[in-house]
């Protein structure tokens, strides 16, 4: 008998803090009309105290007390992000050992934007394959690699976490279709975090920039042009039989051409990202959590969503769901 995963459970977490377009116009050379023209973007939750690991440690804390489910129980952690406390230990071993889930294994997925549901993906595999229960969480501080004086970047990005409870025990497959997809001849589009060599054997080099770098036209094309036809490539004529497009949220006038290529009514493909900015890995679940909670989703429907992410790597993925 298959053994199919389902999720049952989301959650979401993000700081305290809101920072407004206003606010960043007192800053930079920008205004609120020049952000929330060209992005959808009205405001964004900044961290000041807390970690990558803290953000998803909560929403961990918060999944588990809404299922009642010991973390002993748990068999693995995945976490999306790239915006790690430290190289090493991975923030899922962190979450790990927080939430006292020592029986878990646990590490990262660097896959920028991309990386819940790529995260998603494997824990499917991972239930399919004999596991019984795991958190897959998205979580970053972005605010901690953007450059605060280069308006092009620094309005466009969030810090937030959230993730879901998968289990094994569905009737169906989670997962129906799915496209991952990666192309590292185009990762210059968008880098953050390189880390100069300052050992004392290599000739001193120029110092790289280490701060969040992106190729803002190249990427919107990107999306436009493999993401789009990734979607079309993967459904056909499915397009029409899904509910709901739960796409990372990056820009709002990338889901108006979206919806407008694959010809889907703009309704259907949700969005949040005025409140919250681009929170890269965490966008995706975020998103999810919201709109179940609001009940636009409802786990145990049966409801098909397309999850679709796109990012640093250059990376993409686009998964079929039955909720």
């Not at 569905?170 to 589009?189: M, N």
């Not at 899904?242 to 796409?247: E, H, I, L, Q, S």
Request: hydrophobic content about 40%; glycine content about 8%.
């Amino acid at each position: 008998m298959e053994n199919y995963a389902k999720i049952t459970g989301t959650a979401s977490y993000v700081p305290e803090k809101i920072v407004t377009n206003h606010q960043l116009a007192e800053m930079m050379d920008t205004s609120d009309e020049w952000i929330s023209s060209r992005t959808g973007i009205k405001e964004r939750r900044i961290a000041t105290v807390e970690k990558t690991s803290d953000l998803c440690t909560k929403v961990a804390q918060q999944l588990l007390v809404e299922a009642k489910i010991d973390p002993l129980d748990l068999d693995f952690i995945l976490v999306a992000t790239m915006t790690p406390d430290y190289q090493s230990p991975a923030t899922a071993c962190i979450v790990q050992g927080q939430i006292g889930a020592t029986k878990a294994f646990a590490f990262d997925i660097a896959a920028a934007c991309s990386g819940f549901v790529y995260a998603l993906s494997m824990a499917d595999k991972l239930i399919r394959t004999g596991s019984q229960k795991g958190l897959v969480l998205g979580g970053e501080v972005l605010s901690k690699v953007v450059d605060w004086q280069d308006r092009r970047t620094a309005v466009l990005f969030g810090d937030g976490a959230a993730g879901v409870l998968i289990e094994a025990g569905g009737t169906s497959p989670l997962i129906l279709k799915e496209q991952l997809a990666a192309d590292g001849t185009r990762g210059q589009s968008l880098t953050s975090g390189f880390r100069n060599n300052h050992s004392p054997f290599v000739e001193k080099q120029p110092l790289e920039n280490e701060a969040l770098t992106m190729d803002g036209r190249g990427i919107f094309d990107f999306v436009l042009r493999d993401v789009v036809t990734s979607v079309q490539q993967l459904l056909g004529d499915e397009l029409a039989d899904v509910d709901y497009f739960v796409f990372h949220q990056a820009n709002a006038r990338i889901l108006d051409k979206v919806a407008r290529k694959l010809k889907v009514p703009r309704e259907l493909f949700l969005q949040n990202l005025q409140h919250y900015g681009n929170t890269s890995g965490a966008t995706v679940p975020l998103l999810l959590d919201e709109m179940v909670r609001k009940q636009t989703l409802t786990l145990g429907s049966g409801q098909k969503v397309v999850l679709s992410g796109f990012g640093g790597g250059l990376t993409w993925g686009t998964l079929l769901i039955t909720l």
